[in-house]
């Protein structure tokens, strides 16, 4: 179920890139997209019934399995990564506000 | 069908309707916080799916400062505005 | 040497650099230099990261390729930031994350550590772009560039979770082994090859190429359509070769984007008036040419198309770029009768044009030529018919372009070129000329050059 | 309508996604990955150099890769390289938002409200406690969730309680720089060090200790730790430059 909804949401990130004209808008939908490709990755790694990747004193005994860590590992980068485009996106979107007083795109003219 | 999947559905739903809600809701400001619900349920996506270290970080970058970053922002755009 | 150290070094100078703000240029160029002048001395193989093994831990990877790659990318870097590192002082540190981006892309073996120097790069990409002064045109390329990271991230994700590794030649031979149809990976590699079809500026997701190199300025211009071309197409090039399979469903699609990038590509060129879009459509067509002669298997000759193009738009965008600066816009009418006063700028000008046009003579005619030989002996007919057709369309507008430039009578612009350029731009122009003429080294090393060959597990 | 299309459009091709992704063969189904076929079996068991045999919780010395945490191990030991690379893309979009936000001013972005006494003296104390769980979160990154960048993180959104708290207040920003320098520096120099001695970069020298204690697991609660004051000093770096403007 998850993973339907990640690839959803997946899909609603790119809805709003294609067709907000607002500049704060199209950010809140990349990091829409951010956020159920990360769901998304995570849910390649999950085992039915698995448990946290992390070693604890009772590991031996119970004969549990973990659930794959490398894709965890993968959205923490991913995660980061994130955080510094959205913060660049949003400098960039000051910047365009001071240049032309407006966040929608189609107000600002010929560039 | 327990109580683990009951919770991965209502999730689900919860954050496909906030993120329809976040693209389309006329205010920025509302779309942000919805931006910011969306990503505190992704933190329960992710502890259902046992990743405790995507969790935290998501909890504390993904809903915490992403949410002040664009909060700052159109802060700073309503002040030039009102100029 | 270590490979590694192409990396390490320009990161711990750019890290450094930000506590001497001023001096940041200037370390910038010291650099550069001295990563053209170690590849001189680096070890060819398999570098692991950490010590872990290869489909475990990172590897990076210094063969022929890579090292020709390299050598290309970092020259072509060392002569954009020193002729620029006194314009442009506050992207010192920036350009300095770029370089250990790029040759992190170069050099590594690993589908996820590709994606993470694509973002290095990318961002730090942006922000050169930021000197272009036209933010709206900036944030374009960098939501295209990330839903482009995004897309290779989730085909890369997917593959990941077919077959259960991130190396890329470890993937290559779960691949092949797996006894999977090709359908299974063609959504993935789909996915991947739109990814690196928005950086690679391939038609229908380029759509940021236009705002960035149209109004480009003497530092954007040269990097984005000659450093970073260069080196997303080499990249691009390794994975065609070692990782995409490709068939089926995924050759009919791609073969529709590559031929809709060239025709119109091609077609915008000729429609233009402006000298730096005439220039920056011919590069987008020119980057799929580059991606169709990987998929047909001519490793050496994309090599040399790459080589080629990358030195091509190094002169085209400086002198375009430097004369628009002074001039004021890039309307062709502006640049009339620009090389009269300037012979020796346009006749590299100009041997550079007839180079990419591909006509004898210049390099561009020994790749163009190489290429649809083999592609005929292969037995494909398609392609020729559409690189010569296109290439006929090329030499329309690229003479028409230099006899604006050459002859006018009266009212001559007044444009300034500095000493270091002109020394540049005149040795780039004869190397084409002389590589041109004097073939054979070309032949040879064409010929031998593939993309690397595996032994198990990854390594070299 | 246009919208309408659009979401049509990607109706279809997400119903696509799901329908090709259930029927691919190779494509195991939510809940059903098979961990034992993937390279992170090598991770979970620390197979990837030697075969250490059974681990157990607090006992297992001198494993190749040291920390309890199996996601740690893979961030900051078998893959640190990718790691590196993360750092470098916060550090250059700090840069970049300092480019393009920075310039002629420094004055704060005035907020609606004045803060009292009271808030000023209890964010504070509330600062205090919430720096000292990012670093503990940052220490205990190889034996709990978690680890240098919520760490980092949380540091930077004490800098952020602060600066909500009173509006005259500002860092001090040459000291966030110096600490970046000093950390991303200390990084690659660790690496180096590695390459240096052992032969390959960023190369695990110290001591793994005993699974599960404090101290052990080698470079990692160093490179950990470094990564946090890092990804704090950039975060906070970024905030700064979010909340000054051109001022009078």
Known sequence: ?111 | MDLINIVEIIVSVLMLILAFLAINSKSLVKSVMFLSALSMLAVVGFVLMKAPDVAVTEAVIGSGLVTSLFIFTLLSARKVGNK | ?460 | MKNFLAFIAVLVLGYMIVVSLDNNEAFPAYGEADVSSRVSQAFIDRTVTEDPGDIIFGQATNLESGPANIVTAIVADYRSFDTLGEVTVLFVSSLGVALLLGGKKQKRLELNFHPNFMLRVGSRALFGIILMTGVYIAIHGHLTPGGGFPGGAMIASSMLLLYLADDEFRAKIKGFKMLESFAGTAYVLIGLTGLLLGGYFLENLLDNGVIGDLFSAGIIPIVYVLIGLKVGSEISGIIDNFLTEEGV
Request: some cysteine; overall charge negative; proline content about 2%.
């Open chain 1, 1 to 111: 179920m998850l993973q339907y909804a990640a690839i959803a949401m997946l899909m609603l990130g790119l809805y709003g890139l294609l067709t907000q004209r607002n500049i704060i808008k199209i950010i809140v939908s990349i990091n829409i997209l951010e956020i159920g490709l990360n769901l998304f990755i995570v849910s390649v790694g999950y085992v039915e019934g698995g448990i946290a990747p992390i070693l604890t004193s009772d590991f031996n005994n119970n004969g549990l399995v973990f659930v794959d860590p490398l894709p965890s590992a993968l959205v923490l980068t991913a995660i980061v990564i994130g955080v510094g485009t959205t913060a660049l996106g949003l400098a960039l979107a000051k910047n365009i506000y001071q240049k032309y007083g407006t966040f929608e795109i189609d107000e600002m003219g010929e560039e």
């Open chain 3, 1 to 460: 040497m270590s490979a590694i150290l192409l990396i390490a070094v320009p990161l711990l100078a750019a890290f450094i650099s930000i506590l001497f703000k001023k001096y940041a240029h200037y370390i910038l160029v010291f650099v550069s230099f001295a990563s053209v002048f170690a590849l001189e001395y680096m070890d060819l193989g398999t570098i692991t990261v950490g010590g872990f093994n290869a489909p475990f831990g990172i590897v990076l990877i210094l063969d022929d390729y890579s090292l020709i790659a390299l050598y290309i990318v970092n020259t072509l870097f060392f002569l954009v930031a020193i002729l620029n590192c006194n314009e442009f002082k506050k992207v010192g540190s920036i350009m300095l994350v770029a370089l250990a981006g790029l040759n992190g892309l170069l050099l590594t073996g690993d589908l996820f550590n590709l994606f993470v120097f694509l973002e290095v790069a990318g961002i730090a990409a942006y922000l050169i772009t930021t000197t272009n002064k036209k933010p709206l045109a900036t944030f374009n390329y960098l939501i295209q560039g990330t839903v482009g990271s995004s897309l290779y991230l989730l085909g890369l994700i997917l593959l990941y979770a077919m077959f259960g590794t991130l190396n890329m030649a470890d993937m290559a031979s779960s691949i092949a082994s797996s006894g999977y149809g090709a359908g299974v990976t063609a959504f993935p590699f789909l996915l991947m090859f739109i990814g690196f079809g928005v950086e690679a500026k391939l038609l229908p997701f380029n759509s940021w190429t236009k705002g960035i190199l149209a109004n480009s300025n003497r530092l954007t211009g040269p990097m984005i359509a000659s450093v970073y071309a260069a080196a997303i197409g080499f990249v691009f090039g390794r994975l065609l070769t070692n990782v995409f399979v490709i068939e089926d469903t995924f050759l009919i699609i791609v073969t529709i984007i590559l031929i809709f990038s060239v025709v119109a590509g091609e077609a915008m060129a000729y429609a233009s008036t402006k000298v730096r879009e005439i220039l920056l459509y011919s590069s987008v067509a020119q980057a799929a040419l580059v991606v169709v002669v990987f998929m047909s298997g001519f490793t050496g000759w994309a090599v040399y198309l790459i080589i080629g193009n990358a030195a091509a738009k190094l002169v085209l965008f400086l002198i375009t770029n430097t004369a628009t600066k002074q001039l004021g816009n890039d309307d062709v009418e502006t640049f009339k009768g620009l090389f009269v006063n300037n012979k020796i700028i346009g006749l590299s000008f100009t041997a550079v044009t007839l180079s990419v046009i591909g006509l004898p003579m210049f390099l561009g005619f020994v790749t163009k030529m190489n290429i649809l030989e083999n592609m005929f002996v292969s037995g494909d007919y398609i392609w020729p018919a559409i690189i010569l057709i296109t290439s006929v369309v090329e030499g329309i507008y690229f003479i028409r372009l230099l006899l604006n430039l050459w002859y006018k009578e009266n009212d001559l612009p007044e444009v300034k070129f500095e000493f270091v350029l002109k020394y540049v731009v005149v040795i780039i122009a004869l190397l084409i000329m002389v590589f041109g003429v004097y073939t054979e080294p070309v032949q040879e090393s064409a010929d031998d050059l593939v993309a690397y060959s595996y032994i198990e597990g990854g390594n070299l």
